[in-house]
């Protein structure tokens, strides 16, 4: 379905709404039978500029009480990508919840986006495996991205 761009929300397309990057290549192993980078691999690129961010901003570390889970991913395809390659993956946030963030992804090959991924990510306590408010810290910082 296509139609007019709702204006309220950013043009995740678009490389200079990021601040935040992640830096992949592309490996053969990538490949799908055509020789375009799959989809699986396509959503491992986000699951990687994903977790780096929230690792700088304090999860996935032994001492952390919280880790991330995603919840739903959308991804839109808008260019093959080929081997070799090495893309950047712009990172952002969209919204933030009591227990779940709403982020939004981009895959570019120079200026070019190749793919754009929307991402709700939920934090949960590690001990209960239960949703758990953003802490402070974490709200604080990703505000900030």
């Not at 995603?70 to 227990?99: C, F, H, M, Q, W």
């Not at 120079?110 to 408010?133: M, S």
Request: charged share 20%.
């Amino acid at each position: 379905m296509t139609g007019t761009p709702d204006p309220h929300q950013p043009d995740l397309a678009n490389p200079e709404g990021y601040r935040i990057w992640w830096e992949e290549r592309v490996r053969f192993a990538d490949l799908d039978a055509v020789g375009h980078v799959n989809n699986n691999a396509i959503g491992v690129y986000f699951e990687q500029a994903r977790v780096a961010m929230l690792h700088d901003c304090g999860g996935f570390r032994d001492d952390s009480a919280w880790t991330a889970v995603l919840a739903r991913s959308v991804i839109d395809y808008k260019a093959e990508l080929l081997y070799p390659n090495t893309v950047r993956i712009g990172t952002r946030v969209l919204r933030l919840g009591t227990s779940s963030l709403t982020l939004g992804c981009a895959i570019f090959l120079g200026n070019r986006c190749i793919a754009t991924q929307e991402a709700v990510v939920v934090i949960v306590d590690k001990v209960a495996h239960r949703p758990t408010p953003i802490p402070e810290p974490l709200r604080a910082r990703l505000a900030a991205a």
